[in-house]
């Protein structure tokens, strides 16, 4: 499965943006698909997941602003973020775990809040 992601960039505090994330290849063994971040001198850590069946899980810093969802064909994520705060800055990377448990990883994206 081969990740790529799309749509960051640089945006007001308060403002929004929405990441794409499109899967190729083997997508139908694709079950759980993710978002994570990582801050500059932070590990990286999770933010959203979707399974295939549509069950959500936000990290606690993001609940409530943003929101993450599938399309039908179960091949692309997004993450649609609002009242985003400079401690949203952070490359944000896209995941895909198949049936078997394996983990895909796109390339990230960077996201900036700054004034």
């Known amino acids: 499965v081969q990740l790529q992601a799309f749509g960051g960039g640089l945006v007001q505090p308060g403002g929004s943006l929405r990441l794409s994330c499109a899967a190729s290849?083997?997508?139908?063994?694709?079950?759980?698909m993710g978002w994570y971040r990582q801050a500059p001198g932070k590990q990286r850590e999770r933010v959203a997941s979707?399974?295939?069946?549509?069950?959500?899980n936000y990290a606690d810093s993001v609940k409530g602003r943003f929101v993450i969802s599938r399309d039908n064909a179960n091949t692309t994520v997004y993450l649609q973020m609002n009242s985003l705060q400079p401690d949203d800055t952070a490359v944000y990377f896209c995941?895909?775990?198949?049936?078997?448990?394996?983990?895909?990883w796109g390339q990230g994206t960077l996201v900036t809040v700054s004034s």
């Open positions: 995941n895909a775990i198949d049936v078997c448990f394996n983990v895909n």
């Open positions: 290849g083997r997508v139908l063994s694709i079950n759980i």
């Open positions: 979707i399974t295939s069946g549509g069950r959500t």
